[in-house]
């Protein structure tokens, strides 16, 4: 009896599991106040923890930031999203 052997790229996998989610959030997001993802190609959603590595900062920080307005984001249940182009907008105006 042969064993089949399957070879699975994880990150090839995760990467495509990540767009699904992302296309299906964005479907389930429609429709929610300031935030609209039809206008974005490929737009890509980030949590919390994600943002936070990404800028190199605290989540207190990060929450200081919303509270301040200086980030967009929408929270449609308990979690906060954030869009790669709200992220990159905030970066820019951060640059003197």
């Known amino acids: 009896m042969k064993e089949l052997v399957f070879k699975i790229d994880l990150i090839s996998l995760e990467a495509d599991l990540r767009v699904i989610i992302q ?3 964005c ?16 737009t890509t959603l980030l949590d919390t923890k994600e943002v936070c590595a990404y800028l190199k900062i605290s989540r207190g920080t990060l929450i200081k930031l919303l509270k301040e307005k200086r980030l967009v984001a929408s929270k449609p249940s308990n979690k906060w999203l954030f869009t790669q182009t709200s992220i990159e907008e905030y970066l820019k105006n951060q640059s003197y």
Do not use: S
């Open 23 to 25: 296309q299906e959030v």
């Open 27 to 42: 479907k389930a997001l429609e429709g929610w106040v300031g935030i609209n993802l039809k206008a974005e190609n490929n």
